[in-house]
């Protein structure tokens, strides 16, 4: 059946802006009651209290303005400590709309990944595909809470690969319309704790491996989807990024370009637009998501680490994606206070897509 052409003057269907923002050591703001600690004491942040991060997260989301957030770093879930009662007292406090909070599987860290959405605009449930690790079908893909399989070192001698921090499978309905979505915080390269240069090689080509075989594994599960049809969202932080580093010369590719399908067909792939930038670009022309103070160099690096990849019937309606970058991005450079709480509270930056 066609579909009913709008009335002239007929208002258009408000838009659904879905975001992603790594909040760095979120946990460190709250006890474990929930409660939020906005004093001078000392963040996890270098030289930015705990008050002042607080303060500068409220004006983040605020601006924000998001129907549905995935939190990367949210506060920790534990015996002790609610990952979902930190954040809904966090939106309470602050009056956000997106005002309800909801985790999957719990992380072996003080680091969950969670999702904060408005209940008046969009339903959504924790919704794992693959089988129970405790009856995993070795043919099919694993639950993110179970183990992959992976041959790391070409030695024939499959792996163990598991997430340290489970993605979040999400089963969301906006407006009549359902939507898959995938959370993500894959592993970091950084080589933690190396005491030589040969080792931090070393571990870093380890950590390397793994980040790939997650990147492989969430591309298992987004094929899935796309096969049965679904409209699909994988988004957060995935350490790493087309043109970052050398590991990308040494293994072909990144982690992002695995997740997106490139080299598979049209329909079984995933738009990003700053990712297709960085891909395209032959003069190193690529934005920015992460700021870091490098402390040896003495100077701040920037990378491109948070993504917002889109089925193709999501990228054929024309969304808007926006990195809200606070020395990049013009509105929010020209609004003093927006540009100083995205550089205090975190050391990265938000992305938001509009459907």
């Not at 270098?46 to 998001?66: W, Y």
Request: charged fraction near 30%; include cysteine; hydrophobic fraction near 40%.
């Amino acid at each position: 059946m066609a579909s009913k052409r709008p009335e002239a003057g007929a208002k258009a269907p408000p838009r659904l802006r879905i975001a992603t923002y790594n909040v760095e050591w979120f946990n460190a703001l709250f006890d474990d009651d929930g409660l939020m600690l906005p004093d001078s004491q000392r963040s996890a942040r270098h030289g930015i209290s705990r008050g002042e991060q607080l303060g500068a997260l409220g004006i983040v989301f605020t601006a924000l303005d998001a129907d549905g957030i995935l939190i990367v770093e949210a506060p920790d879930q534990s015996r002790k400590r609610s990952t979902t009662r930190a954040l809904d007292g966090f939106a309470r406090h602050f009056g956000l709309r997106a005002r309800r909070a909801l985790i999957g599987f719990q992380s072996d860290t003080e680091q969950e990944i969670a999702f904060l959405f408005d209940p008046d605009r969009i339903g959504v449930r924790h919704d794992p595909q693959g089988t129970d690790p405790l009856h995993a079908d070795p043919s099919d893909i694993p639950r993110f809470d179970g183990v992959f399989r992976h041959d790391l070192n070409a030695d024939a001698q499959p792996e163990r690969i598991s997430f340290s921090k489970p993605p979040l499978e999400l089963a969301l309905q906006a407006g009549g319309r359902a939507i898959r979505l995938i959370g993500v915080h894959a592993k970091s390269k950084a080589p933690h704790g190396a005491r030589s240069p040969d080792e931090a090689m070393r571990i870093g080509i380890e950590n390397r491996r793994k980040q790939l075989a997650q990147c492989l594994w969430l591309r298992q599960r987004a094929r899935r989807h796309l096969e049965s049809g679904d409209s699909l969202i994988v988004l957060g932080d995935f350490n790493d990024g087309p043109g970052l580093d050398e590991y990308e010369k040494l293994f072909g590719q990144s982690g992002v370009e695995i997740v997106m399908g490139l080299h598979e067909d049209p329909g079984l792939r995933l738009r990003e637009p700053h990712a297709e930038l960085a891909l395209q670009s032959r003069i190193g022309l690529s934005a920015s998501t992460a700021r870091f103070w490098l402390d040896r160099e003495k100077r701040y690096f920037e990378a491109l680490l948070d993504f917002i990849l889109v089925s193709a019937d999501l990228a054929a309606t024309g969304p808007r994606w926006r990195i809200w970058h606070p020395l990049n991005d013009p509105d929010c450079w020209q609004n003093p206070d927006l540009r100083e709480a995205l550089l205090t509270a975190s050391d990265h930056f938000p992305v938001s897509i509009d459907l």
